[in-house]
Every structure is written in C-alpha cells, then in structure tokens.
C-alpha cells in the first residue's frame, strides 16, 4: 500500500514509517523539513516530500498515497479547520488514520462519517496507544463480563524515551486545567496531573501515575458502558513530576499558551536529564466487572525494553494498514478497530513482551463480610461496591449530644450542627484496598479512611489520631458496627475509653437507610446521632460530546 506519514521524521512518525517499510508498503515521508525528510528516508529506504501541512495540505497528496497518516499534530492546535486534512482525503479519495491524542479532536471526527461512507474511505482518529491500543485491549478484558464498574489505563515510558515537541505542547498544555471524568456513573471535576497512584507494571518497576485527559476519558463511558474510566501518565523521574506539578500550579495563576517554542524550551530542559532513568517503560489496561455475582480484575501489561517505547503508538497503525480493505468504512474514533492478538503480533519484532492476569476483585465490605455479604440487601450492598469512585446523596436528621466530653468529641471531628433535616452527599473513593468515606452535611465535611482488618468480619477506619476497629454483625438483612478495639497514635485504647456505636445500615421498600448513633467514653452519654436515606448518584453515561459543530466544508 502506498502510504503518506505527515509528520513522519518526527518521534512517533519515524517509527511508524520504519515499521511499515519493514511490513513492504511504499511510504512517503512528508514534513516541512525537507532536509530531515529526505534523511530519514535514505536510511530506510523510501520516499520523502516537502510540505508545509498549516499552509498547503493538498500538497501532501503529490504522492497519490492510498492511505495518510497524520503523525504530526499537536491535534488541539489545529484551529478553526481541524478537520482539513481529512476532508482532503475524502476528496483524493484516500484512506485516513492519525495519531491524535486529544480528546475532543478524535470524538469529533465523527463529524465526517456520511461523506467518508459515500465514499468507502476510512478516517480513524486516536490510532495510537490511546485509543487505539487501550480501546481494542479493554474489549478483550471485558470479555464475557456482564457488567463493567471500572476501566483504567496507565502509559509510564522511560525517561530515557525521545520526547517530541506535540507530545509535550499536549500534555503540558493540561496542566493547571480542570477536566470532567466519568466516574462512578457521574460526570465529575478532576485536576490535570492529580490523583497521583502507584502503578506497579512489573517487579522493581513501579512508578507515580497522575491524570491527564485523553480520547478514553470522553468516549469509554458510552462505548463500554462503564461506571469509571481513568487514565493516568507519569513520569519515571520524580524530579520531572515535581517539576510538572509545579507548571500546573503555575498555569492556575498564569494561564499562558505553550506555543511550540515554550514547548521547545521544555523539551530542551527535560533532556537534561535523559543520563538517568531507564529506557524501560510500559503500560496498563486494568478492567474491573462482574462476572455472575463473582467481580473480577483483569490486568493487561505492556513492557517495552531496550528503548523501543516510542514504537508503541505506531503498533495500531502498523496493525490496520496492514488490513485496511477490510476495516468497515465510515470516519469515527478508533475503538476495538483491531484485536489484542492483532496489536501483539504487531510488536512481535519489538522489545515487547505482555502478559495477562485476572484475580477476585471484591469490594472492601464485600472481603470483609465473606459469606455474609449475600445476607444483605441489594440496597446496602450498593452502598458498598466500591471500586473507584462512588457518591451517594439523601437527607439526614442530626441530633447532638449535650455533654461536655460529647460537645467536645462532636468538635474535634467535625460532626455537623443538630437539624431536622439537612441534605448529605456520602462520596467514596477506594484507594488500594482501602476506601476513603467523605460525609458532606449541607457544606460540613468531615472524613474517615477505612482498611481491611487482620480478621474476617471486621474493618477499620480512621478518624484523625484515631483507629477503630469494629465488627460487622449480619442479622434479618440489616448490618451492624460496633466498636470492638482502638488505638491513639497506635496505642492501644483501654475499653472504658472507645467511644460505643449504635450503628446500624438496612433497607426500606429498597431504599438505604442509616441510622448513626456514637457515644463519648467515660459516659458521656450520645456525641452525634444522624439517621437517614440515601439513593446512588449514578447515571447512564451519555454519547461523547463531539466538535461535530465545526462547520463541514468543501476542502480547497
């Protein structure tokens, strides 16, 4: 096949190119530089073309290529006219794949679907490790589940990995932003570089990963019917996330433009320290579902050694072009275009190797009841089938103790004011095999951590200086919490001094229902009483939100 790569001497691009020469296609190397094209195509042996894709893209088509592939970007840049190079392979009647890694480019260009179907052409966008490779993966993960509760994705390269000037005007252009995320069945707010996690790829191999926005994050939730999807990036030095966190909080009080010279510059002093770190970087494709009343984990992951990282948002392409007559027509973002076992065989001449796992992924609650998690009912084990993130909303009635000790307790941990009623969000966040409970009471908050316990039956949570142990008694369907144990600071609590818990959750007509009631040590009678409903926040997910506004014209 004749194939045309626009950015093709760049990181992403030269690699693809060098793998397609590789599979026997006929490439043509198109950039502004001529001079860098025409090396890169006398070392692989191939073809090179001067174009200047902002100022005449149809010069790109000198080279009547059958397919084109848009490895140049950065994507969001691409201003009023993004789609201007697709319209043109519509028009010189050429199939066409990019690498976009923007969320709202590729959900967008959808847009073109009709007239790309009239015409048996393919126009796929994000052809590269996101969606590309993570979409195709998550479908075989989620294989025979009945329902999906969480999709997640972690890219962790190197540091000695090349970095391009789009890949970083990109990432960095995120920082010091605000992105929605579906999670727990609920658009949410998420800091770009936050919710930092441990990912572990391999043995000795495991790094920081923090959120950046990515074409998974705005078309999984409808595509695989998922409660969550996440995505998460790092860095493998910890120096270079700093500086990273450091940028975003900068952008929140500059918000300045990484025009491509900013992005030079920063790309220029991240190479500074290309001597440390590895070459070895990898990725995740984690997906959690149920399976019948079993809820499983199954992990995909990639590790790439010997520096041949950056070939891995070429493998997607290499996989399709290698097909392409046989990939439905239509324009749409590239998802489950290929099968896992087409994109490994993709990089069977790499330094790649992959491996699958599954294990039981049970909720915190549902590990700590054992059997007597089928004891409750459907209402309360909602409550308590976390997997991400989940947020609950009721009412509740407070009341508050009068005591001395009481009044006290109440302030030091934040316990709301007595009302008869007052609107309360419980929102949830597992973190590891804990979970993080945040109780917000008409604006007072007030949170806890709980961990699993040594025992079966019991869990633990966390209040400040404090650690309770308690019991989790099972009877007619409604769950109990006493206190059993504490420690201050990891010291043991004598049993006159752990406060007493009346605490109990059940069901009506199949609804939630709590009923809270904590009692201070030494007898000081009721601390806090709060006893209500709540109901799950959670939602179908909508279709992506596309740039299918932007106005479909003719290309000139």
Request: glycine share 10%; charged share 25%.
């Given at each position: 096949?004749?194939?045309?790569i626009?950015?093709?001497?760049?990181?992403?691009?030269?690699?693809?190119?060098?793998?397609?020469?590789?599979?026997g296609?006929?490439?043509?190397?198109?950039?502004?530089?001529?001079?860098k094209?025409?090396?890169?195509?006398?070392?692989?042996?191939?073809?090179a073309?001067?174009?200047?894709?902002?100022?005449?893209?149809?010069?790109?088509?000198?080279?009547?290529?059958?397919?084109?592939?848009?490895?140049?970007?950065?994507?969001?840049?691409?201003?009023?006219?993004?789609?201007?190079?697709?319209?043109?392979?519509?028009?010189?009647?050429?199939?066409?794949?990019?690498?976009?890694?923007?969320?709202?480019?590729?959900?967008?260009?959808?847009?073109?679907?009709?007239?790309?179907?009239?015409?048996?052409?393919?126009?796929?966008?994000?052809?590269?490790?996101?969606?590309?490779?993570s979409?195709?993966?998550?479908?075989?993960?989620?294989?025979?589940?009945?329902?999906?509760?969480?999709?997640?994705?972690?890219?962790?390269?190197?540091?000695?990995?090349?970095?391009?000037?789009?890949?970083?005007?990109?990432?960095?252009?995120?920082?010091?932003?605000?992105?929605?995320?579906w999670?727990?069945?609920?658009?949410?707010?998420?800091?770009?570089?936050?919710?930092?996690?441990?990912?572990?790829?391999?043995?000795?191999m495991?790094?920081?990963?923090?959120f950046?926005?990515?074409?998974?994050?705005?078309?999984?939730?409808?595509?695989?019917?998922?409660?969550?999807?996440?995505?998460r990036?790092?860095?493998?030095?910890?120096?270079?996330?700093?500086?990273?966190?450091?940028?975003?909080?900068?952008?929140?009080?500059?918000?300045?433009?990484?025009?491509?010279?900013?992005?030079?510059?920063?790309r220029?002093?991240?190479?500074?320290?290309?001597?440390?770190?590895?070459?070895?970087?990898?990725?995740?494709?984690?997906?959690?579902?149920?399976?019948?009343?079993?809820?499983?984990?199954?992990?995909?992951?990639?590790?790439?050694?010997?520096?041949?990282?950056?070939?891995?948002?070429?493998?997607?392409?290499?996989?399709?072009?290698?097909?392409?007559?046989?990939?439905?027509?239509?324009?749409?973002?590239?998802?489950?275009?290929?099968?896992?076992?087409?994109?490994?065989?993709?990089?069977?001449?790499?330094?790649?190797s992959?491996?699958?796992?599954?294990?039981?992924?049970?909720s915190?609650?549902?590990?700590?009841?054992?059997?007597?998690?089928?004891?409750?009912?459907?209402a309360?084990?909602?409550?308590?089938?976390v997997?991400d993130?989940?947020?609950?909303?009721?009412?509740?009635?407070?009341?508050?103790?009068?005591?001395?000790?009481?009044?006290?307790?109440?302030?030091?941990?934040?316990?709301?004011?007595?009302?008869?009623?007052?609107?309360?969000?419980?929102?949830?966040?597992?973190r590891?095999?804990?979970?993080?409970?945040?109780?917000?009471?008409?604006?007072?908050?007030?949170?806890?951590?709980?961990?699993?316990?040594?025992?079966?039956?019991?869990?633990?949570?966390?209040?400040?200086?404090?650690?309770?142990?308690?019991?989790?008694?099972?009877?007619?369907?409604?769950?109990?919490?006493?206190v059993?144990?504490?420690?201050?600071?990891?010291?043991?609590l004598?049993?006159?001094?752990?406060?007493?818990?009346?605490?109990?959750?059940?069901?009506?007509?199949?609804?939630?229902?709590?009923d809270?009631?904590?009692?201070?040590?030494?007898?000081?009678?009721?601390?806090?009483?709060?006893?209500?409903?709540?109901?799950?926040?959670?939602?179908?997910?909508?279709?992506?939100?596309?740039?299918?506004?932007?106005?479909?014209?003719?290309?000139?």
């Amino acid at each position: 096949m004749k194939v045309t790569i626009a950015g093709g001497y760049g990181v992403f691009g030269s690699r693809l190119a060098e793998l397609l020469v590789r599979d026997g296609h006929a490439v043509t190397i198109a950039g502004r530089d001529r001079g860098k094209a025409e090396a890169l195509a006398k070392r692989l042996g191939c073809a090179a073309l001067a174009v200047d894709l902002r100022a005449d893209p149809a010069a790109l088509f000198a080279s009547a290529p059958e397919a084109v592939v848009d490895a140049a970007g950065p994507f969001q840049t691409y201003g009023e006219d993004p789609y201007r190079l697709p319209r043109l392979c519509i028009d010189y009647g050429a199939d066409y794949l990019d690498l976009s890694d923007d969320a709202s480019f590729t959900a967008g260009i959808a847009a073109l679907d009709g007239a790309a179907r009239e015409k048996g052409l393919r126009l796929l966008s994000g052809v590269s490790s996101v969606p590309g490779i993570s979409s195709s993966v998550a479908a075989d993960l989620r294989a025979g589940l009945d329902e999906v509760l969480l999709i997640e994705t972690a890219i962790l390269p190197g540091n000695r990995a090349p970095r391009g000037v789009s890949v970083i005007a990109s990432i960095v252009g995120q920082l010091g932003t605000t992105s929605r995320v579906w999670r727990g069945g609920a658009w949410r707010d998420q800091a770009c570089w936050g919710d930092g996690r441990r990912v572990r790829l391999t043995q000795g191999m495991t790094r920081t990963a923090r959120f950046i926005e990515t074409p998974d994050i705005r078309l999984f939730p409808s595509f695989f019917k998922a409660r969550s999807v996440m995505f998460r990036a790092g860095m493998e030095l910890g120096l270079l996330d700093a500086a990273m966190r450091g940028i975003g909080l900068l952008r929140r009080a500059w918000t300045f433009d990484v025009t491509p010279g900013r992005a030079e510059f920063m790309r220029c002093v991240a190479n500074l320290f290309l001597a440390f770190g590895t070459d070895r970087g990898g990725m995740l494709v984690t997906v959690i579902g149920r399976a019948g009343r079993s809820t499983v984990r199954r992990d995909w992951r990639l590790i790439a050694e010997a520096g041949d990282g950056p070939y891995i948002p070429a493998v997607a392409a290499r996989a399709l072009l290698g097909r392409l007559a046989s990939v439905k027509p239509g324009a749409r973002p590239c998802l489950a275009e290929t099968t896992r076992t087409e994109l490994e065989d993709a990089m069977a001449d790499l330094s790649v190797s992959t491996s699958l796992e599954e294990a039981p992924a049970p909720s915190l609650f549902q590990a700590a009841l054992a059997d007597r998690w089928e004891d409750l009912p459907p209402a309360v084990q909602v409550l308590h089938d976390v997997h991400d993130i989940d947020s609950f909303s009721g009412t509740a009635k407070v009341t508050r103790g009068t005591s001395p000790v009481a009044r006290l307790a109440a302030r030091f941990f934040g316990f709301p004011q007595a009302t008869e009623a007052i609107a309360l969000t419980v929102t949830k966040t597992r973190r590891g095999s804990g979970e993080i409970w945040e109780r917000n009471f008409g604006g007072r908050v007030f949170r806890s951590y709980l961990t699993p316990a040594p025992y079966p039956y019991r869990y633990r949570e966390r209040f400040w200086l404090f650690n309770y142990e308690q019991d989790l008694p099972v009877e007619d369907g409604c769950m109990r919490l006493p206190v059993r144990r504490g420690w201050l600071l990891g010291v043991p609590l004598p049993r006159f001094l752990l406060p007493t818990s009346e605490s109990r959750e059940f069901a009506v007509d199949g609804v939630f229902h709590f009923d809270v009631a904590l009692g201070a040590p030494l007898g000081g009678g009721l601390i806090v009483r709060y006893q209500g409903s709540l109901q799950p926040d959670r939602r179908d997910p909508e279709p992506a939100r596309t740039v299918s506004e932007v106005a479909i014209q003719p290309a000139h």
